[in-house]
């Protein structure tokens, strides 16, 4: 078994922890902010216990996992004899670049260096360190204990035996890993989402629907069958004629701007956040979040353990 380091240890740091602390790594998180800390070992005790609920483990494994995972404050104690860290912090270029400098210096060459970051590239993050070659993106998804999917994300100069083993770690502890072959800003799937999101809030910033309607649009029409058949095999499926005779038509009246929607930029200096402040595109009452929060990770549990 390897030694993990996670830095950063909140919703995403102590998610990643979780993993491999169930697949018998033994882990350290390290996070400047003690009370973030003690929330994270609590956070991990609470996915566990729902995961034993939903009898993914044993309540005897519970303890064992959590028996794996240790807690640091400093970071050069927290990744001594670490094989693997795990970045997790704020998606901040400078900070990221900081934290790998630092580490570049703290750890073996023989250390794979990796970012979780989900939208910056790798190659901009390893720009102040200099065994690029061992720096390695893998964007887990939120929530990380659920969510199978790992992108496996090069720098310019990220070595193929780093990215080999990186996914062969992350296959070895029950991720679904994919191997990106360019470094682009979003990756893969987050281009996607975003894409979506670009079209769904110009769709009520043009007054075509409501977000409501938007929502119900995915949930209860192609929503359903995208984790069975994804937008190139459904492609090939309806026929790419049928698909270029589609987008001769419509493409041009989709979103296609740079630029953030101005309706988006308008709630956020409105202080409309969403669940934040219970108000954004939709309002949101103390109970209706917490609902929502409880159908998404009751789904993923139901959906991940057909998998």
């Given at each position: 078994m390897q030694k993990i380091a996670v830095i950063g240890a909140g919703l995403m740091g102590h998610g990643i922890g979780q993993i491999f602390a169930v697949h018998g790594h033994d882990v350290t998180l390290v996070d400047?902010?003690?009370?973030?800390?003690?929330?994270?070992t609590?956070?991990?005790?609470?996915?566990?216990?729902?995961?034993?609920?939903?009898?993914?483990i044993t309540p005897e494994e519970i303890d064992a996992a959590l028996a794996r995972v240790s807690i640091a404050t400093d970071t050069e104690k927290g990744v001594d004899g670490a094989d693997f860290?795990?970045?997790?912090?704020?998606?901040?270029?400078?900070?990221?670049?900081?934290?790998?400098?630092?580490?570049?210096?703290?750890?073996?060459?023989?250390?794979?260096?990796a970012s979780n970051t989900s939208v910056i590239s790798i190659t901009e993050i390893a720009r102040e360190s200099v065994e690029k070659?061992?720096?390695?993106?893998?964007?887990?998804?939120?929530?990380?204990?659920?969510?199978?999917?790992?992108?496996v994300v090069p720098g310019a100069e990220t070595?193929?035996?780093?990215v080999d083993a990186t996914y062969d770690l992350?296959?070895?502890?029950?991720?679904?890993?994919?191997?990106?072959?360019?470094?682009?800003?979003?990756?893969?799937?987050?281009?996607?989402?975003?894409?979506?999101?670009?079209?769904?809030?110009?769709?009520v910033e043009?007054?075509?629907?409501?977000?409501?309607?938007?929502?119900?649009?995915?949930?209860?029409?192609?929503?359903?069958?995208?984790?069975?058949?994804?937008?190139?095999?459904?492609?090939?499926?309806?026929?790419?004629?049928?698909?270029l005779a589609i987008h001769d038509y419509i493409l041009e009246h989709i979103e296609s701007s740079p630029d953030p929607s101005p309706l988006l930029r308008e709630k956020v200096a409105k202080g409309e956040l969403g669940f934040k402040s219970g108000q954004g595109f939709q309002s949101w009452s103390e109970e209706e979040i917490e609902?929502?929060?409880?159908?998404?990770?009751?789904y993923l549990l139901k959906v991940v353990k057909d998998i």
């Open positions: 400047l902010d003690e009370k973030i800390l003690s929330s994270a609590v956070g991990i005790r609470n996915n566990l216990e729902l995961m034993a609920d939903h009898d993914f860290v795990v970045e997790a912090v704020v998606e901040n270029l400078e900070v990221k670049q900081n934290i790998f400098k630092k580490l570049d210096q703290l750890c073996p060459t023989s250390t794979i260096l070659k061992r720096i390695v993106g893998t964007h887990f998804w939120n929530p990380p204990h659920l969510i199978p999917l790992v992108e070595m193929p035996e780093t992350l296959l070895s502890v029950g991720k679904h890993p994919v191997k990106v072959k360019k470094d682009v800003p979003g990756f893969v799937a987050n281009r996607l989402q975003h894409a979506l999101w670009r079209e769904a809030i110009s769709i043009n007054d075509i629907a409501d977000a409501a309607t938007v929502d119900e649009c995915i949930k209860f029409g192609f929503g359903l069958r995208l984790p069975a058949l994804g937008p190139m095999e459904n492609s090939d499926m309806v026929g790419n004629d049928l698909v609902t929502s929060r409880k159908n998404l990770q009751h």
